[in-house]
């Protein structure tokens, strides 16, 4: 089992930055890609950022320029560094961890959200 906790969302004004944090905890063979998403109300889940067990990194164009996805392999945690937000960022932001159990099985894993409000 693995479980993952979010944390440091908040209420920031626009132009503001937050730093997300995703600590992964539990047994894995190899810890694959994390992802970020968010949901804001009354939408579809987004997809907003990734990185690979190698650290490569890719960005929706929402937020490319502005997030910066990163890692510490170890501390198993990951961080969204958030800059220049805006009131569209207003969502709940969850991650997603790609893991590989020792049996060879892949499987994903989500936290549970911390709410982002960017609001003046």
């Known amino acids: 089992q693995v479980q993952l906790v979010e944390s440091g969302g908040g209420l920031v004004q626009p132009g503001g930055s937050l730093r997300l944090s995703c600590a992964a905890s539990g047994s894995w063979f190899r810890i694959g890609t994390l992802d970020w998403y968010r949901q804001a109300p009354g939408k579809q889940r987004e997809w907003v950022a990734e990185?690979?067990?190698?650290?490569?990194?890719d960005y929706a164009d929402s937020v490319k320029g502005r997030f910066t996805i990163s890692r510490d392999n170890a501390k198993n945690t990951a961080y969204l560094q958030m800059n220049r937000l805006n009131p569209e960022d207003t969502a709940v932001y969850l991650c997603k961890l790609r893991i590989t159990t020792p049996q060879g099985t892949v499987r994903d894993y989500w936290g549970q959200g911390t709410q982002v409000t960017v609001s003046s």
């Open positions: 990185i690979s067990g190698s650290s490569s990194t």
